[in-house]
């Protein structure tokens, strides 16, 4: 393993001119090297060990090369979301009520506005005085709720 260059490693928090004058001592292949690490999801506090860089140094170059250290969110449902999906699927169109008239009712609105920005649902408003609103699963519904249902093993 190389030795790290003058001025790459520091037991300080990097600063903006520590990066940059640790950007500036890495060849073209270390920052490749760095890169790949990042992609193959190497652990920062390895890649820093063997090149001698900064976390900072290893984040600007991942993002100068258009690399993200971030996954998608996956696609599985929380406890109350899929609690809300069983419901519908079960029930079918059911009347979302305002906590005003119906204390007991276990539907969430920021839980079904979750569902409904992502199609999972079907929200209708209400439409005047004295009209509920509604929700109704949707097909993308059933079948985001089948695949969490797979994950568990449910």
């Known amino acids: 393993m190389e030795a790290p260059r003058e001025g790459t490693r520091s ?10 004058r640790a950007y500036e001592y890495l060849t073209d292949a270390e920052k ?3 890169v790949d690490a ?16 900064s976390a900072q140094t290893i984040s600007r170059l991942a993002t100068d090369a258009g690399v993200s250290r971030t996954k998608p969110a996956p696609e599985i449902l929380t406890q109350p979301q899929r609690q809300h999906l069983t419901r519908l699927e079960t ?7 305002s906590s005003a008239y119906d204390k007991k009712q276990d539907y969430n609105r920021q839980t079904l506005r979750w569902l409904a920005d992502r199609k999972f649902i079907t929200l209708v408003e209400a439409q005047g005085k004295g009209t509920p609103a509604t929700a109704t699963i949707t097909d993308a519904g059933r079948e985001v709720l089948a695949k969490a249902r797979a994950s568990d093993g449910a």
């Open 38 to 53: 990042v992609k193959d999801r190497v652990a920062t506090a390895d890649i820093q060990r063997r090149f001698g860089v």
């Open 11 to 20: 037991r300080e928090k990097g600063s903006g001119w520590q990066v940059k």
């Open 32 to 34: 490749r090297r760095i």
């Open 91 to 97: 029930s079918g169109t059911v009347n979302i009520l």
